[in-house]
C-alpha cells in the first residue's frame, strides 16, 4: 500500500519523499486503522492487492455469474 502511494505521489503529484512519509504516518495510516481496519471482521472476502488482483477478481466474477444464471433457470 505504501510502495503504491510512494511511486504515484512522487511521480504524479510531486512530492518529496520527506513530505509523503509524514502525511502517510500523520493521516492516511491512522485513518486507515480508525475506520477501515476495523471493518474487516465483517468481511465476507478480502481481496489481498485489492483491484490489482485479477485472478481474484475473475473468480468473484465467475461465482456471482454462476449463482445468477442457476437462479434464473427455471425448476
Known amino acids: 500500500r ?25 493521516y492516511v495510516k491512522p ?9 474487516k471482521k465483517y468481511a465476507d472476502v478480502i481481496i489481498p492487492r485489492g483491484a490489482d488482483n485479477e485472478v481474484a477478481i475473475n473468480i468473484i466474477v465467475q461465482t456471482i455469474q454462476d449463482r445468477l444464471s442457476s437462479v434464473s433457470r427455471p425448476v
Open 2 to 26: 505504501l510502495s503504491r502511494r510512494v511511486l504515484r505521489d512522487t511521480r504524479e503529484r510531486g512530492l518529496d519523499l520527506y513530505q509523503l512519509l509524514k502525511q502517510y504516518t500523520t
Open 31 to 39: 485513518a486507515f486503522e480508525d475506520f477501515c481496519l476495523p471493518t
